[in-house]
């Protein structure tokens, strides 16, 4: 049986304020034409579908037409949530669905049921398992010492009973650990999400989501196949795929990829302001590309955005490189140090993963916890 595995796809994302949505609309277009020429029985969707919990309409009308692409292509799809979507609104419609070929992972509820599906060799169990953290698993299982992401898919996997004569196959959005990250992904301090690729030993593969990147993660049967789309210049040299597994008999699984190639693709450039604009620099460069400039110039360019943008349209982001830029980074930084509360510090990164600030019933809650840790302290 041949199935294509892709991930976070982030429909509807906003990168410095340019929407994916064209860009995105293209790639799903591109990812039907490799089903076209592979014609898998099965196509794996690892999570984040969308980039947020309540998903714009035009995403939402976006998926459903790629849903409905993949139906008329009698492409069976297998869907789960990730850490950017709602559950709950994945999981609507789920049950309706199956009849078109559609499988979408329930909200976890202490089960998760196989989808079987058979060929030549046999029975292949298709377990969907969406981004869950220990608290979910933890209510339902109390008797089980669940502390970290480990014990909740460890003891998520372990209800599954997996008959391990068959082939088994998991589709989840977690990151494990040994996984290079990239800044376009959600990050927890200190590495607590963490999940021990031990935990998926008896699968005969894993579909992960959740890194951006492609990998394998300890065996080649272990991969994430990264987003279909660059998302941030740490990605700007990544190669996109689509990965395609062929499995055979037990223990006989074959994985290629299919590379994607992007509407617009992601360019970082340093010179001066002169050096940039000159006719036979930017002639030899794909202008329409997402643009980061860094400047060198000592003295700032007099709207230099505004100015840039006739050559460069989709300029990103802009930034300089000078002296000037290079001693005030070292001051702010060492300032930031001595001058940043823990609150300021938890503030910053509360913004950073949940793109809005924390309303005034939060800030009295942290402000009371790090008041008491410190009482404690002293």
């Not at 589709?171 to 927890?188: L, N, W």
């Not at 740490?234 to 074959?254: D, Q, Y």
Request: proline share 3%.
């Amino acid at each position: 049986m041949k199935f294509m595995h892709i991930s976070d796809l982030h429909l509807g994302k906003r990168v410095n304020e340019f929407s994916m949505l064209e860009d995105q609309k293209d790639i799903l277009r591109k990812i039907l034409k490799i089903a076209d020429e592979e014609k898998p029985q099965a196509l794996l969707i690892a999570g984040d579908v969308y980039d947020k919990s309540i998903p714009t309409v035009e995403a939402i009308q976006l998926f459903d037409d790629f849903l409905c692409e993949l139906s008329k292509r009698k492409v069976q799809t297998f869907i789960i949530s990730g850490n950017h979507d709602s559950a709950e609104r994945m999981a609507f419609g789920g049950r309706l669905m199956k009849e078109s070929g559609v499988y979408v992972a329930p909200v976890y509820a202490g089960k998760t049921q196989a989808v079987v599906l058979e060929d030549e060799w046999g029975s292949i169990n298709i377990y969907l398992l969406p981004f869950v953290k220990p608290a979910n698993v933890k209510r339902f299982f109390e008797d089980e010492q669940i502390e970290n992401y480990t014990d909740a898919i460890r003891v998520a996997v372990e209800q599954m009973k997996l008959n391990t004569d068959e082939r088994n196959v998991l589709v989840t959005h977690q990151f494990v650990t040994g996984a290079k990250r990239s800044e376009s992904e959600d990050i927890s301090v200190g590495g607590t999400d963490n999940v021990d690729a031990s935990v998926f030993d008896e699968f005969d593969y894993v579909a992960l989501g959740h890194i951006h990147g492609p990998q394998k993660i300890g065996r080649e049967t272990v991969r994430y196949c990264g987003t279909p789309l660059k998302y941030s210049f740490s990605e700007i040299h990544h190669k996109k795929s689509v990965t395609i597994v062929e499995m055979k008999e037990k223990g006989n699984v074959e994985i290629s990829t299919k590379e994607l190639a992007p509407l617009r693709d992601w360019c970082e450039m340093k010179g001066t302001y002169m050096e940039l604009t000159e006719k036979a620099y930017y002639e030899n460069l794909d202008q329409d590309s997402y643009m980061h400039i860094t400047l060198i110039d000592e003295e700032d360019i007099p709207e230099a955005v505004r100015k840039l943008q006739v050559i460069y349209p989709n300029l990103m982001k802009l930034d300089y490189d000078n002296q000037r830029t290079r001693g005030k980074a070292a001051f702010l930084e060492a300032a930031e140090v001595e001058e940043k509360t823990p609150f300021d510090i938890f503030e910053e990164l509360y913004e950073k993963q949940n793109n809005q600030e924390m309303n005034e019933e939060q800030k009295k809650l942290i402000h009371d916890l790090v008041e008491k840790i410190w009482e404690g302290g002293h």
